[in-house]
């Protein structure tokens, strides 16, 4: 079932909240699996965040997670979803 643009505008919205509450917790870290698709949606997330390159991790090993922070991906998601709601 395709999202409604109401829906996608109301999902961004609670994730953008959910971002900002999630930027106050005292641990904020987030782990993926090391997916290409994981590691793709990481560094788009860098790119919108204008995250210059040379302050971006490398990918970690294969048998390693890829560590971030939940609220700059429930941010860019919220973004992502704002987009798509227009």
Do not use: V
């Not at 959910?18 to 994981?38: F, P």
């Not at 204008?50 to 302050?55: A, G």
């Amino acid at each position: 079932m395709k999202l409604t643009k109401h829906e996608l505008k109301l999902a961004s919205e609670f994730l953008g909240q959910a971002s900002e509450d999630l930027s106050e917790n005292g641990c904020n870290d987030y782990s993926m699996e090391n997916t290409d698709k994981n590691w793709a949606l990481l560094q788009a997330a860098e790119d919108w965040n204008h995250t210059p390159k040379e302050h971006r991790d490398e990918r970690p090993p294969a048998e390693e997670k890829i560590w971030t922070s939940d609220f700059f991906i429930a941010g860019y998601l919220a973004y992502r979803l704002a987009e798509a709601a227009k």
